[in-house]
Nanobody, 129 residues
Framework: QVQLVESGGGLVQPGGSLRLSCAASGSIGSSGSVSWFRQAPGKERDFVAGVRWSGGGFSTHYTDALKGRFTIARDKVKNTVTLQMNNLEPDDTADYSC????????????????????WGQGTRVTVSS
């Protein structure tokens, strides 16, 4: 069983940065996927970024609109996945959640929240002046 705990959310001004962290208790294994999703008020949950790995290799993936501003990274030693968010905009305001799967999801499945086995409780990001 894996438990995920997010941290790092808060209030930030437009143009500012935040780093979200997803800490996993319990190992996902030699193959797995961890992604960040977000849900803005009144909207559906959307894929933000993901990292998937098997053996010694890994790859990162982003929703096109966020490429260049957001960076996802996995720390195998600390068992964490971080989401660095730069140049934040009011439209980035949302509840951000991390999710993990016990396998290296194929790309068509990475974007879909229903393919994940574990979820954190979420952390709120508010971008406002």
């Amino acid at each position: 069983q894996v438990q995920l705990v997010e941290s790092g959310g808060g209030l930030v001004q437009p143009g500012g940065s935040l780093r979200l962290s997803c800490a996993a208790s319990g190992s996902i294994g030699s193959s797995g996927s961890v992604s960040w999703f977000r849900q803005a008020p009144g909207k559906e949950r959307d894929f933000v970024a993901g990292v998937r790995w098997s053996g010694g290799g890994f790859s990162t993936h982003y929703t096109d609109a966020l490429k260049g501003r957001f960076t996802i990274a996995r720390d195998k030693v600390k068992n964490t996945v971080t989401l660095q968010m730069n140049n934040l905009e009011p439209d980035d305001t949302a509840d951000y959640s991390c999710a993990a799967a016990n396998s290296r999801l194929i790309l068509s499945r990475l974007w879909d929240a229903k393919n994940y086995d574990y979820w954190g409780q979420g952390t709120r990001v508010t971008v406002s002046s």
